[in-house]
């Protein structure tokens, strides 16, 4: 808080107590001012006179008080700066501390190789364990981009499809066949009756020349709906390398559901 320093001389104001800088205290208290025009008070003429110079000399000051306050928030936003850069050097040495940087890569890749086997999409989405994986850090981005294995392997469960945007399927589901390359697909795909419209997409893009032939597992759980409304011969489905095929197909009663084709 700003200090006024009486001297015989003249008032000033220290705006802090480590520095020698100050400032000139016009001794103005507001209470008193405010007061006046509450209660409409009107000044006497000798009294404007008065209140103009005040002002006059309140107005010569104020671009030091600004000036000053410039300087000290530039400070300010040095030291922020300075305070994020320490803070990045403590995570980085941190960083550098985990076991887990003792293990050689082929370790880090059979442990990657766990987690992204048979992973439950608990929302509707696109499974994420391989990309978030790669976004811990440039060791792990870089192991998990030399196994295209991992990616290949990919999740879809579209639940509640009509709160669902189709970028947030389309956008994943486009890395993980990208970061896949050449490798074979190993895919599941499940959905209910609100995903009919996002289901004819997704089955476009798994029928294209560039997906369909590399698919070596498939798996789907639809609504019989759905199978009905979508012609396999009409896509155009060809699986020259297709070794397990899982398909169920479900229709809704009042007791539930229940699943009375399914191809293994």
């Known amino acids: 808080m700003a200090r006024v320093l009486e001297s015989s001389t003249a008032s000033v104001t220290r705006p802090c107590p480590d520095c020698n800088r100050t400032f000139p205290s016009h001794g103005f208290t507001l209470d008193a001012v405010l007061h006046k025009l509450r209660i409409r008070y009107v000044p006497l003429a000798s009294e404007r006179n008065q209140i103009i110079e005040h002002v006059l000399h309140a107005r010569r000051h104020l671009p030091l008080y600004k000036t000053?306050?410039?300087?000290?928030?530039?400070?300010?936003?040095?030291?922020?700066?300075?305070?994020?850069?320490?803070?990045?050097?403590?995570?980085?040495?941190?960083?550098?501390?985990?076991?887990?940087?003792?293990?050689?890569?082929?370790?880090?890749?059979?442990?990657?190789?766990?987690?992204?086997?048979?992973?439950?999409?608990?929302?509707?989405?696109?499974?994420?364990?391989?990309?978030?994986?790669?976004?811990?850090?440039?060791?792990?981005?870089?192991?998990?981009?030399?196994?295209?294995?991992?990616w290949a392997r990919i999740s879809v469960w579209l639940n509640r499809a009509d709160k669902l945007e189709w970028t947030h399927v389309v956008e994943p589901l486009s890395l993980y066949l990208q970061q896949a390359g050449a490798q074979s697909l190993s895919i599941k795909f499940t959905c209910d009756q609100t995903a009919d419209a996002?289901?004819?997409?997704?089955?476009?893009?798994?029928?294209?020349?560039?997906t369909c032939p590399r698919i070596e597992n498939l798996s789907i759980c639809i609504p019989h709906s759905l199978l009905s409304d979508i012609s396999l011969d009409e896509l155009g489905w060809s699986f020259p390398h297709l070794r397990h095929l899982d398909m169920?197909?479900?229709?809704?009663?009042?007791?539930?559901?229940f699943y009375p084709h399914t191809v293994r």
Request: net charge negative; charged share 30%; with cysteine.
């Open 198 to 210: 996002m289901a004819h997409q997704l089955f476009r893009i798994l029928a294209s020349k560039a």
């Open 248 to 257: 169920d197909c479900y229709e809704y009663y009042e007791g539930g559901a």
């Open 68 to 150: 000053e306050r410039k300087r000290l928030q530039d400070a300010l936003l040095q030291l922020e700066k300075e305070e994020a850069v320490l803070e990045q050097y403590i995570a980085y040495q941190e960083g550098l501390l985990p076991s887990v940087r003792r293990l050689p890569p082929e370790v880090m890749a059979r442990i990657f190789d766990e987690c992204c086997r048979d992973e439950f999409v608990p929302k509707s989405t696109v499974s994420l364990t391989a990309l978030r994986l790669s976004l811990v850090c440039h060791d792990w981005r870089v192991t998990m981009h030399s196994l295209p294995k991992l």
